[in-house]
């Protein structure tokens, strides 16, 4: 069992930047995969971002690949996701989720999330 708290949301114009922060508690935070997905109002939740247990595979959407960034320091139990350049269609609820069983070999769906948190806000002003 993971539980995963996340932070770091705002208010920002367009072209500014954020970093949002996940601490995770439980043990086996170094071997899970982890990511972020976000949710917007009246659409449907989009898998953003996802790393490998060791942090050497990143894995990005479409939409966000080249202005976003996820990073791992397992020494803290912390995922961050490094956002620049952001728009407002990038407005959302962005949750920290994790994944058991090892390494991913790809950006992740929201159904292999095992656990998440109660999502951060994000709104980009234009």
């Known amino acids: 069992q993971v539980q995963l708290v996340e932070s770091g949301g705002g208010l920002v114009q367009a072209g500014g930047s954020l970093r949002l922060s996940c601490a995770a508690s439980?043990?086996?935070?170094?071997?899970?995969?982890m990511g972020w997905f976000r949710q917007a109002p009246g659409k449907e939740r989009e898998s953003v971002a996802t790393?490998?247990?060791?942090?050497?595979?990143?894995y990005y959407a479409d939409s966000v690949k080249g202005r976003f960034t996820i990073s791992r320091d397992n020494a803290k139990n912390t995922v961050y996701l490094q956002m620049n350049s952001l728009k407002p269609e990038d407005t959302a609820v962005y949750y920290c989720?994790?994944?058991?069983?090892?390494?991913?070999?790809?950006?992740?769906?929201?159904?292999?999330?095992?656990?998440w948190g109660q999502g951060t806000q994000v709104t980009v002003s234009s």
């Open positions: 439980g043990r086996t935070f170094s071997s899970y995969a």
């Open positions: 989720a994790s994944h058991r069983g090892g390494s991913a070999r790809y950006l992740l769906t929201i159904a292999e999330y095992d656990y």
């Open positions: 790393i490998s247990w060791g942090g050497g595979h990143t």
